[in-house]
């Protein structure tokens, strides 16, 4: 006997709600002052605002609104890098694009932050997916937003869950991935590919011992954010991120990357479940924007490669290279203006219109 994975139409009416499937939002301490690491925008109106993703887990964000906007307006979710929070690179985006006309949301990751989640510090392909498409449904419901005129934008490791988001979210119409890591590959794989399957099995085995020792002592301890001090011959990576998380330039107080980093088997689960599987499908519009010096410009080159590659829908995806920038150029400028505000805007209304 054959059974439909998707329950049919007929069905889903017969359905009755219960108290169990009802959404409740979490009630959240929000910091009401201004904490971020930009100066606030005259040009936006800010606000804090929470939503639930489908999990039952309460986000916090940042709301960016143009002043004086009028009528329904194009919108634009934005989260990332992988360890950092909203006060940071997705809130500096997120009020840029709303300078810009856009009605922007800046918000922290499940386990992140301000946002709920328990335990603390733990990171998951699918989850975190999710939080895009949760964004989605927050805006599709604002009266001030055209539900069908939505796009996202993720940042390094968010750049590589916005792609897996579009993948699967069809009311998704444009999405920005900027100086992308794919979480998976980087997990599974290490830093340019440099794991073969032994070194990949005595991770497992060294996270899983892990595991057992948190069980036994109740606790999950965190491995450790971006190193302090920073020893001499770090890679030139590890100096780029240093110079963002650990300095003024972007230090935050929750921020993972600048304090105490991720559990130790946070990111276990990406190891085995990889993201972009069906990248090649989305039809929606994709801007891969990356530093032609990152150390990560690899993730993007070849994610715009599988992305185009035997597919269909390749006329509105493309892979924006900025010429001697570097991977945390694109979280704040870098000093330099790399960011390609110009091109964003471009490209957002385009394919929000």
């Known amino acids: 006997m054959a059974f439909s994975v998707v329950s049919s139409a007929a069905m889903m009416a017969q359905s009755t709600t219960t108290m169990d499937n009802k959404i409740v939002k979490q009630e959240l301490q929000l910091t009401q002052e201004w904490d971020k690491t930009f100066p606030k925008s005259e040009k936006v109106n800010h606000r804090?605002?929470?939503?639930?993703?489908r999990y039952g887990i309460t986000l916090a964000a940042d709301l960016y609104e143009p002043k004086d906007a009028a009528g329904k307006l194009a919108a634009i979710a934005v989260s990332g890098p992988f360890g950092a929070v909203k006060e940071q690179c997705s809130g500096l985006y997120?009020?840029?694009?709303?300078?810009?006309g856009f009605l922007c949301l800046a918000f922290d990751p499940s386990f992140t932050g301000e946002s709920g989640g328990t335990p603390r510090y733990v990171a998951s392909p699918d989850i975190n997916t999710e939080d895009f498409s949760a964004a989605v449904d927050f805006l599709s419901t604002q009266d001030n937003v055209d539900a069908e005129r939505i796009g996202i934008l993720g940042i390094c490791g968010w750049g590589g869950l916005a792609i897996n988001a579009a993948?699967?979210?069809?009311?998704?119409?444009?999405?920005?991935?900027?100086t992308m890591y794919n979480m998976s590959r980087v997990n599974a794989n290490g830093y340019f590919d440099s794991l073969d399957e032994n070194g990949r099995y005595q991770n497992r085995v060294a996270l899983n011992k892990q595991r057992t020792e948190d069980y036994r002592n109740g606790y999950y301890p965190q491995g450790g954010g971006v190193v302090d001090p920073l020893p001499d011959d770090a890679p030139f990576f590890v100096k780029d991120y240093y110079d963002y998380y650990k300095t003024s330039r972007g230090y935050h107080k929750r921020s993972l990357n600048s304090n105490n980093g991720w559990n130790v088997t946070g990111c276990l689960s990406f190891m085995n479940q990889p993201i972009l599987c069906y990248s090649n499908e989305i039809r929606s519009a994709v801007l891969l924007i990356h530093g032609e010096k990152a150390h990560s410009c690899y993730f993007s080159r070849d994610a715009y490669k599988d992305m185009t590659t035997n597919s269909n829908y390749t006329a509105n995806k493309?892979?924006?290279?900025?010429?001697?920038?570097?991977?945390?150029?694109?979280y704040d400028g870098g000093g330099?203006?790399?960011?390609?505000f110009d091109k964003l805007e471009s490209f957002y209304k385009e394919y929000l219109k």
């Open 94 to 100: 997120a009020q840029t694009l709303a300078e810009r």
């Open 318 to 330: 493309e892979l924006y290279i900025i010429p001697g920038a570097v991977h945390t150029d694109l």
């Open 167 to 178: 993948g699967i979210d069809t009311r998704i119409k444009a999405t920005v991935a900027s």
């Open 48 to 53: 804090k605002v929470t939503f639930v993703n």
């Open 336 to 340: 330099k203006n790399a960011i390609p």
